[in-house]
């Protein structure tokens, strides 16, 4: 157990819909970072909050969003879904802003029908 | 763009053979550099890292890497395998102060017969 807590495990939804995804980092880490991986682009960066404000951004769509809250909880919002967003996401935490060591959640297999 | 190379996209190996995964990365400035494992159906777990010192990174299970800053690699190795070492293996960098993000390769999935 990584302490990274994602919430939900699985989620089956249909095109053209809203979804939102949660994270809980691990006790004391202030960064969380957001992946998505699929089975043709391998795992990709999407975003990176420290301590409530956004961090860095990597190949990110339009159509998803995230944010960090004050507890350090962070949810991705993934919205107009389309096919090819079916992935795993993986959330992931660290202490600080740099990474020395981040920790991963067991992901959300996100499947869009 | 930064880039992460894992040469071999599948490797299968019987129990006590020797295993080598390579991994490059194209970046000419400092890098600090990592290891996951995934087993089936988990989590990526850290095997090893590497920010600065001994090129030679020993880490959990056995496992140890090689940075050889002028050819920009990165490569795991074990002696020997186990059945249950399969798993995938992503190598990652971070690239020094640009935050904390980690840019991974394509990954190695490692299959180990008994």
């Known amino acids: 157990d990584s302490g990274v807590t994602q919430t939900p495990k699985h989620l089956i939804t249909a095109t053209g819909q809203r979804v939102t995804l949660r994270c809980s980092p691990r006790?004391?880490?202030?960064?969380v970072y957001w992946y998505q991986q699929s089975l043709d682009q391998g795992l990709q960066f999407l975003i990176q909050y420290y301590n409530g404000e956004e961090r860095a951004k990597g190949n990110i769509l339009e159509r998803f969003s995230a944010q960090q809250f004050p507890d350090l909880h962070s949810e991705l919002n993934l919205s107009s879904l389309e096919l090819g967003d079916s992935a795993l996401y993986f959330c992931?935490?660290?202490?600080?802003?740099?990474?020395?060591?981040?920790?991963f959640g067991q992901g959300t297999r996100l499947t869009v029908v | 763009a930064q880039s992460v190379s894992q040469h071999n996209h599948h490797v299968i190996l019987s129990e006590a053979a020797s295993l080598e995964l390579g991994c490059n990365y194209s970046?000419?400035?400092?890098?600090?550099l990592f290891w996951y494992v995934q087993y089936p159906g988990q989590h990526l777990q850290l095997l090893l890292k590497y920010f600065s010192g001994d090129p030679l990174v020993k880490g959990i299970k056995g496992f140890e890497a090689e940075f050889i800053k002028s050819k920009f690699s990165f490569n795991l190795r074990k002696p020997s395998v186990q059945w249950s070492d399969t798993a995938e293996y992503f190598c990652a960098v971070n690239i020094y102060n640009q935050g904390g993000k980690l840019i991974f390769g394509q990954g190695t999935e490692l299959s180990v017969k008994p």
């Open positions: 992931a935490s660290s202490r600080q802003d740099r990474v020395t060591e981040a920790f």
């Open positions: 006790s004391g880490d202030l960064s």
């Open positions: 970046y000419g400035g400092t890098v600090n």
